[in-house]
């Protein structure tokens, strides 16, 4: 009795080991989410392990490189948004000229935001000050498009006026904190 159960046991192995040789190798290949992540996850911290021996980033340069060119962008857009939100504030409103040159004020706005959180190691006030300038242009340009106009136009200068304010209260401190690259630049 029991070597039939062995023979049983092992007609059913064999069964099963045809069965696998007949399913297409990519069912095999496929792997469940966890392993697929269990494996990305090690090929990141291979590669920052990699990076650290060699003193390079996963990106080729060294870490310092990326972080500089990072805090470099961000004070150009930074600068020039100062520059350019005057200019838009001084324009006369709903002309051509203001709407072309709000939209760039926009995208230097948005792109300075969001840059910020990739300086620093910790979240501080500035980054409060970002996540703030992201909502209210949102909510600006929806008003100005969907809303209906007296109200719309009062809700979109307000937000843009509060943004440019806002960017000045992230520019003023930054330049008289000592150790800050726009201080170097101001100061010298």
Not at 55 to 66: L, Q, Y
Not at 94 to 111: D, N, R, S, V
Request: aromatic share 10%; proline share 4%; charged share 15%.
């Amino acid at each position: 009795m029991p070597q039939q159960m062995c023979k049983l046991e092992t007609t059913q192995k064999n069964l099963q080991i045809q069965e696998i040789q007949k399913t297409p190798q990519r069912i095999l290949k496929q792997k469940t989410l966890p392993q697929i992540l269990r494996r990305r996850f090690y090929f990141i911290k291979t590669l920052q392990a990699k990076s650290k021996k060699s003193n390079k980033s996963m990106f080729g340069a060294p870490p310092e490189t990326i972080i500089n060119s990072m805090i470099i962008s961000h004070l150009a857009t930074a600068i020039l948004s100062l520059i350019i939100g005057s200019v838009v504030l001084l324009l006369k409103k709903g002309t051509k000229t203001h709407k072309a040159f709000g939209k760039i004020w926009i995208g230097l706005m948005l792109y300075t935001a969001i840059s910020s959180f990739w300086i620093g190691d910790k979240f501080s006030w500035i980054h409060g000050i970002s996540i703030w300038v992201i909502i209210g242009i949102c909510i600006a340009l929806y008003a100005i498009r969907y809303m209906k106009r007296p109200k719309a136009i009062r809700i979109h200068a307000g937000f843009m006026v509060g943004n440019y304010i806002g960017l000045w209260s992230a520019a003023i401190p930054a330049a008289l904190t000592e150790g800050h690259l726009t201080h170097q630049i101001v100061f010298g």
